[in-house]
């Protein structure tokens, strides 16, 4: 049968019309009599109705068929009686009295049921995404991804941005994550590496006068996997000449407004608060703070000095310190939550969790004793906190504190029922330029090698890199960070020195970055970029809880992909093409000769 019709494309203006149409069965409901088939087609339906009155063979063959199965139906338009009409459908005021059915093509039952995909495990799911694809909300996500990219393409193309694709084989280079390497078959024993970003492209483009650059672009990082993050993920990229923090941050927050305004009718208020890095840390304890609640830290280091209380001195004795926290309002907070609090902090890896109450008297807390009544109402003012609140104290090194007083704000605000549904956006600025790394024992970008310094900073790069700023900032919505840029280097002079710091001699340098560094010598203006991550955007957007819903074949928390079975081996006689020979491990696994050497 060909197709007229498409179910959406039905109204109650062509009553009487022979329409044909074709999909997939929703569902089948058999009234003993009348026979009802629910027709899909990109998630809209159409009510098929087979009278045995009419046409007792085709009535017949219409209760062969299940769910899924596609089918193709001839039939005229006709008005629902009264009573039956489905208002919460576009069609749910008429239907199709059919004569004449084509089974098209049967379906193996389903491994679940559309309308029940909540309780199935994400792995069947995964492994099922064929069928997990045509769920109403997988349908509605990935046509709102559709629409965000062509918007966004859009909206750049007006601002005079010009889409250019960079090269998806490249060569290693050192950028923060391991790289997925892709061995040559034609220059035997080199690799390819797939780009963790475009990032010294782009920045070549800027040198070849292309001022205004985007793409969505397609990058790729052998790292931990987590519910925001994915092997290969794609970004918004821009990169542009002439232009300072401000201006890389206004045509963020154009772009970003209007795609809430675009796809969501939400209108955002612009410009965006910006917080710089270090009142993050002390406000937040991190750089991607949630700022839709309050119960922002305080470090009372110097006010708990006065107490008795062994393990806050022994703490900072040692260098750490005492932050704290109030909770909003006076949520009831029984002992025994109080001790399931104390050991989920425990569980993050924290030494425990201490409490007291505001203007309250003892009230149980098992420091209360070391805490004067005078020491609690200064505590209790340094934290805005009103009497009846809890205060909680957590002692560390200064970084573990940090990360874990963060994790108890936003556990307590979900737990509290804290957060209230906004979207909080807010730019963090002035990062550090380079960070102190314990395990490698040297100094590491906090973004990347090519992110200038404050200029203020420039000339203490190579002797006091502990004091330099950088030109970075960061995008970050209700605790998630969504873009990330900086202003770039575009001087050779002063990036060879920044690789200098980072370890990375001339003959590194040379071998690994010498299309950008010759690239700077040939008229390189000052430029900036960010990138937006699509993903996560569309994940915040939705209110979805992870990237894997916003992708239509994801990879799982190990990487592999359950619908086409990748990672997987191949052949010997691949392997000898590229050179490559795999041994068999102990365990049964096969592994690389330089693997067996190590």
Same mark, same amino acid.
């Given at each position: 049968?060909?197709?007229?019709?498409? @179910?959406?494309?039905?109204?109650?203006?062509?009553?009487?019309?022979?329409?044909?149409?074709?999909?997939?069965?929703?569902?089948?409901?058999?009234?003993?009599?009348?026979?009802? +088939?629910?027709?899909?087609?990109?998630?809209?339906?159409?009510?098929?109705?087979?009278?045995? !009155?009419?046409?007792?063979?085709?009535?017949?063959?219409?209760?062969?068929?299940?769910?899924?199965?596609?089918?193709?139906?001839?039939?005229?338009?006709?008005?629902?009686?009264?009573?039956?009409?489905?208002?919460?459908?576009?069609?749910?005021?008429?239907?199709?009295?059919?004569?004449?059915?084509?089974?098209?093509?049967?379906?193996?039952?389903?491994?679940?049921?559309?309308?029940?995909?909540?309780?199935?495990?994400?792995?069947?799911?995964?492994?099922?995404?064929?069928?997990?694809?045509?769920?109403?909300?997988?349908?509605?996500?990935?046509?709102?991804?559709?629409?965000?990219?062509? !918007?966004?393409?859009?909206?750049?193309?007006?601002?005079?941005? $010009?889409?250019?694709? *960079?090269?998806?084989?490249?060569?290693? *280079?050192?950028?923060?994550?391991?790289?997925?390497?892709?061995?040559?078959?034609?220059?035997?024993?080199?690799?390819?590496? #797939?780009?963790?970003?475009?990032?010294?492209?782009?920045? $070549?483009?800027?040198?070849?006068?292309?001022?205004?650059?985007?793409?969505?672009?397609? @990058?790729?990082?052998?790292?931990?996997?987590?519910?925001?993050?994915?092997?290969?993920?794609?970004?918004?990229?821009?990169?542009?000449?002439?232009?300072?923090?401000?201006?890389?941050?206004?045509?963020?927050?154009?772009?970003?407004?209007?795609?809430?305004?675009?796809?969501?009718?939400?209108?955002? !208020?612009?410009?965006?608060?910006?917080?710089?890095?270090?009142?993050?840390?002390?406000?937040?304890?991190?750089?991607?703070?949630?700022?839709?609640?309050?119960?922002?830290?305080?470090?009372?280091?110097? #006010?708990?000095?006065?107490?008795?209380?062994?393990?806050?001195?022994?703490?900072?004795?040692?260098?750490?310190?005492?932050?704290?926290?109030?909770?909003?309002?006076?949520?009831?907070?029984?002992?025994?939550?109080?001790?399931?609090?104390?050991?989920?902090?425990?569980?993050?890896?924290?030494?425990?969790?201490?409490?007291?109450?505001?203007?309250?008297? =003892?009230?149980?807390?098992? +420091?209360?004793?070391?805490?004067?009544?005078?020491?609690?109402?200064?505590?209790?003012?340094?934290?805005?906190?009103?009497?009846?609140?809890?205060?909680?104290?957590?002692?560390?090194?200064?970084?573990?504190?940090?990360?874990?007083?963060?994790?108890?704000?936003?556990?307590?605000?979900?737990?509290?029922?804290?957060?209230?549904?906004?979207?909080?956006?807010?730019?963090?600025?002035?990062?550090?330029?380079?960070?102190?790394?314990?395990?490698?024992?040297?100094?590491?970008?906090?973004?990347?090698?090519?992110?200038?310094?404050?200029?203020?900073?420039?000339?203490?790069?190579?002797? =006091?890199?502990?004091?330099?700023?950088?030109?970075?900032?960061?995008?970050?919505?209700?605790?998630?960070?969504?873009?990330?840029?900086?202003?770039?280097? %575009?001087?050779?002079?002063?990036?060879?020195? $920044?690789?200098?710091?980072?370890?990375?001699? /001339?003959?590194?340098?040379?071998?690994?970055?010498?299309?950008?560094?010759?690239?700077? /010598?040939?008229?390189?203006?000052? %430029?900036?970029?960010?990138?937006?991550?699509?993903?996560?955007?569309?994940?915040?957007?939705?209110?979805?809880?992870? +990237?894997?819903?916003? +992708?239509?074949?994801?990879?799982?928390?190990?990487?592999? @992909?359950? $619908?086409?079975?990748?990672?997987?081996?191949?052949?010997?006689?691949?392997?000898?093409?590229?050179?490559?020979?795999?041994?068999?491990?102990?365990?049964?696994?096969?592994?690389?000769?330089?693997?067996?050497?190590?």
């Amino acid at each position: 049968m060909k197709r007229t019709h498409s @179910c959406g494309s039905l109204t109650s203006q062509m009553l009487g019309q022979q329409v044909v149409l074709t999909g997939w069965v929703a569902a089948v409901r058999d009234h003993g009599g009348l026979l009802f +088939i629910d027709l899909r087609d990109e998630q809209v339906m159409a009510q098929l109705v087979f009278n045995p !009155e009419g046409d007792a063979a085709l009535h017949a063959r219409a209760r062969e068929v299940r769910p899924e199965y596609v089918v193709g139906v001839e039939g005229q338009v006709k008005r629902r009686p009264a009573g039956t009409e489905n208002p919460r459908l576009t069609t749910g005021g008429i239907e199709i009295g059919v004569a004449r059915l084509e089974i098209i093509n049967i379906s193996s039952p389903l491994p679940f049921e559309l309308d029940a995909a909540a309780s199935v495990s994400e792995e069947v799911r995964l492994a099922y995404r064929f069928v997990d694809l045509k769920r109403a909300p997988m349908q509605r996500t990935l046509r709102f991804r559709h629409r965000l990219t062509l !918007e966004a393409r859009n909206w750049l193309a007006s601002q005079g941005f $010009v889409e250019i694709e *960079t090269p998806v084989l490249t060569r290693s *280079t050192p950028e923060g994550a391991r790289d997925f390497l892709v061995p040559s078959r034609l220059v035997p024993g080199t690799f390819y590496a #797939l780009p963790q970003s475009p990032q010294q492209f782009k920045q $070549v483009l800027m040198v070849s006068g292309f001022e205004k650059y985007f793409q969505i672009a397609r @990058c790729f990082r052998d790292e931990d996997l987590r519910s925001d993050r994915q092997p290969e993920h794609t970004q918004i990229d821009l990169e542009m000449s002439f232009v300072d923090e401000d201006e890389v941050i206004r045509v963020v927050e154009g772009l970003v407004s209007r795609l809430y305004q675009s796809l969501l009718g939400i209108k955002l !208020e612009i410009p965006f608060p910006r917080l710089k890095h270090a009142e993050s840390l002390a406000r937040f304890g991190t750089d991607k703070p949630d700022m839709r609640f309050g119960m922002e830290l305080a470090d009372v280091s110097v #006010l708990v000095r006065e107490t008795e209380l062994k393990i806050f001195r022994a703490v900072m004795d040692q260098g750490g310190v005492v932050l704290a926290l109030a909770t909003e309002g006076k949520p009831r907070l029984s002992r025994e939550d109080l001790n399931r609090l104390t050991e989920w902090v425990k569980e993050q890896g924290g030494q425990g969790l201490a409490w007291l109450k505001a203007g309250a008297g =003892d009230e149980g807390s098992p +420091i209360s004793k070391f805490f004067p009544e005078g020491l609690v109402k200064r505590l209790a003012g340094r934290l805005k906190a009103a009497p009846g609140e809890t205060l909680f104290f957590i002692a560390d090194k200064p970084h573990k504190a940090r990360m874990l007083a963060d994790m108890l704000r936003r556990h307590l605000a979900s737990r509290l029922d804290l957060i209230p549904s906004k979207n909080s956006f807010v730019w963090i600025t002035e990062f550090p330029l380079f960070e102190w790394s314990e395990d490698e024992g040297r100094w590491v970008s906090m973004h990347h090698p090519f992110t200038a310094p404050l200029e203020a900073d420039a000339a203490r790069v190579e002797n =006091d890199a502990g004091s330099v700023y950088a030109r970075a900032y960061d995008l970050v919505l209700n605790g998630t960070e969504v873009a990330g840029g900086s202003i770039r280097i %575009h001087r050779r002079d002063l990036q060879e020195k $920044v690789f200098k710091v980072l370890g990375i001699g /001339e003959v590194q340098a040379r071998a690994q970055f010498s299309f950008l560094l010759n690239a700077l /010598e040939y008229g390189a203006p000052p %430029h900036g970029g960010i990138a937006v991550g699509l993903d996560r955007l569309i994940m915040l957007m939705l209110n979805l809880t992870t +990237i894997r819903d916003t +992708i239509a074949f994801p990879k799982t928390q190990k990487g592999t @992909c359950l $619908v086409s079975g990748a990672p997987a081996t191949v052949s010997d006689r691949q392997l000898k093409e590229l050179n490559i020979k795999i041994l068999q491990r102990d365990d049964g696994r096969r592994t690389t000769d330089e693997e067996r050497d190590e």
